[in-house]
DNA sequence: CTGAAAGCGCTAACAC
DNA sequence: GTGTTAGCGCTTTCAG
């Protein structure tokens, strides 16, 4: 490894000077500039990152916390994160929780304030309090409560909007007979998005008992269990909504296993728009959340919060994506006359 | 930030021998250890890994490099990973290189030697030659021939094998009528794949002609434009092979839209078993590729590298997962005998 | 415009 | 067993 000052002393000069031309402190004469970028060019030099990490006290990398990488929607926004924290100088560290708080602790504990520079926080089972002991700032991504701030940085997106879209299409389509799944069970991060449904549909003075209302897993499987269950309860439902994309993927294969047609038998729709949306046959009609915006507006909250921390007394800040997009796609149309 | 000293005043002792507590070099009597332990959690003491990583002389971290972790085989294999780099006490680096050599070559030269120990390559468009000037271990994942080292170390799987289970799956079933879709282009990473597919069906005595195979991207909609032609211009497949399972699912959608029903009029096969496999309608029969086993041996190798460099004339080193697997599912039968 | 010097927080000989 | 002493490679005042 060639350091700084191999670097400085083929260059005829101290390493504080290398140091300068480096990170373009001004002051440098035009020759030395030159002398000294030969010299690492001929070196091969290259800064090492911990050194300068810790003659900095800044941490060299950004971390993003997810419950597993493996859920399809994470890795879209891990993709933006990257891209983004990339642009700015930073690398991205990527802890998977498995849901499991202890090692989410333990990820916090150990990255924040060497490591990492700050935590994107999507989806772990700490509470907010723990989360903001942290020692280094941390921001939630996704907040689905745009009007009623979690007491810690968030970007937030209005998912009770989405779900009221998401209403407003099936209701349109004209369904009466509507049933709901709601990821991730009762009180949990998809609370909001399903209110934004029921709200809406109950608001048309349509009927929707709890009776319609199923929980389940945030998966394609869950989605089908649940979906599954439903259907043979109500068999009279002409839709169904799910609070996400994946269980709404696992409710369309529910429909097919039954030997329900979608859309003809049954219009299924979701949240979130994830690659996947696109992909089934038929194509899931969705409610576009604004991913890359959310990503973008993360790493940029967290970078400003690094540069200058929140003060006590400064209520924290919240940014709120454009508004979700209704995308009808294939899984919607409206009801076939029951016979 | 407290740091190591600080707690070495507190308990009455001096840094080293609170850092020889720490990393358990023996050496320290049980009252000694009992006072610093204390001082630590009294004053919330966590190590700075920068600083670590600096006086070590080695990374806190590994490094993945994939195209893009949004590519659904990748966020499976980054998970084994981390969970195995985790085990050993490292953090991931997650880099996606877009296909782009240049941000490729960056990541390579910013992380290796410094901020990372070790860089896992799954898929970068830089050549082996580049690689193997990398100032820190480099491990191939994923490499498609265990007969044929590639000069680098690596972790193989028997690909080969793989396309020959699929023909063999194809041809028990009945098929004569094949068509394949090889994900990435000619020359590509697929043809090991490929060929062991091919192969497989001519010993068997079936014809496969070249106008029987269509290149296409290694994604759903590129198996679905692929295939598509491929039927269009073959209305009398009874098969489709796609040397990925990306592809393969894009080939029942064309197949679905082409109203013919997967399997009764086309059996469609993929590679790798990536959950999305699972979760078709129908489910997609594959070829299963160990993706855990594969990570872990990556990790393992890149581990044992980091410790014992390899030298110069030492043969560069490979790993060789179990074998793959074939995984019938539903979206492969025999045959209907056609009108 | 450039150099000297101190220090970031930790580890690792080597003494005591 | 524990302390002393040097660094690891870089940045950053502060002098010159």
């Known amino acids: 490894m060639t350091t700084l000052s191999?670097?400085?002393?083929?260059?005829?000069?101290?390493?504080?000077?290398?140091?300068?031309?480096?990170?373009?402190?001004?002051?440098?004469?035009?020759?030395?500039?030159?002398?000294?970028?030969?010299?690492?060019?001929?070196?091969?030099?290259?800064?090492?990152?911990?050194?300068?990490?810790?003659?900095?006290?800044?941490?060299?990398?950004?971390?993003?916390?997810?419950?597993?990488?493996?859920?399809?929607?994470?890795?879209?926004?891990?993709?933006a994160v990257e891209q983004a924290a990339r642009e700015h100088g930073s690398f991205m560290l990527l802890c998977n929780t498995n849901d499991d708080a202890a090692t989410a602790y333990a990820y916090l504990n150990q990255l924040s304030g060497s490591l990492s520079e700050g935590v994107l926080v999507m989806n772990c089972n700490l509470d907010f309090g723990t989360l903001r002991q942290s020692r280094a700032p941390v921001v939630l991504c996704m907040w689905e409560k745009p009007e009623e701030p979690p007491g810690l940085p968030c970007v937030a997106v209005n998912f009770r909007l989405a779900g009221q879209?998401?209403?407003?299409?099936?209701?349109?389509?004209?369904?009466?007979?509507?049933?709901?799944?709601?990821?991730?069970?009762?009180?949990g991060v998809h609370t909001t998005r399903m209110?934004?449904?029921?709200?809406?549909?109950?608001?048309?003075?349509?009927?929707?008992?709890?009776?319609?209302?199923?929980?389940?897993?945030?998966?394609?499987?869950?989605?089908?269990?649940?979906?599954r269950a439903l259907l043979l309860d109500q068999p009279g439902l002409t839709a169904i909504f799910a609070t996400n994309d994946l269980p709404?993927?696992?409710?369309?294969?529910?429909?097919?296993?039954?030997?329900?047609?979608?859309?003809?038998?049954?219009?299924?729709?979701?949240?979130?728009?994830?690659?996947?949306?696109?992909?089934?046959?038929?194509?899931?009609?969705?409610?576009?959340?604004?991913?890359?915006?959310?990503?973008?507006?993360?790493?940029?909250?967290?970078?400003?919060?690094i540069k200058h921390p929140a003060l006590p007394d400064t209520p924290d800040e919240m940014r709120v994506t454009s508004e979700p997009l209704l995308k009808p796609r294939a899984s919607t149309a409206p009801p076939k006359h029951k016979l």
Request: aromatic content about 4%; hydrophobic content about 45%; some cysteine.
């Open 195 to 227: 209110q934004g449904f029921i709200d809406t549909v109950r608001a048309a003075g349509v009927d929707l008992p709890d009776s319609h209302c199923r929980n389940g897993l945030d998966t394609v499987q869950g989605g089908y269990d649940a979906a």
């Open 248 to 305: 709404a993927i696992g409710a369309m294969h529910a429909a097919t296993d039954l030997n329900l047609n979608v859309p003809d038998d049954l219009s299924v729709i979701g949240i979130t728009d994830i690659q996947m949306a696109q992909e089934t046959r038929p194509a899931l009609s969705t409610v576009a959340i604004p991913t890359q915006e959310a990503a973008e507006m993360a790493v940029d909250l967290l970078r400003k919060l």
């Open 6 to 79: 191999e670097v400085a002393h083929r260059a005829g000069v101290t390493p504080a000077t290398v140091s300068n031309v480096l990170r373009n402190r001004g002051r440098v004469s035009k020759e030395t500039r030159e002398r000294v970028m030969e010299a690492i060019t001929a070196l091969g030099y290259r800064p090492n990152l911990n050194a300068r990490a810790l003659a900095e006290g800044r941490g060299p990398t950004l971390a993003l916390m997810v419950s597993s990488i493996a859920n399809p929607f994470y890795p879209e926004f891990a993709l």
């Open 165 to 187: 879209l998401a209403a407003e299409h099936l209701l349109r389509l004209g369904h009466r007979q509507i049933g709901v799944i709601i990821g991730n069970g009762k009180g």
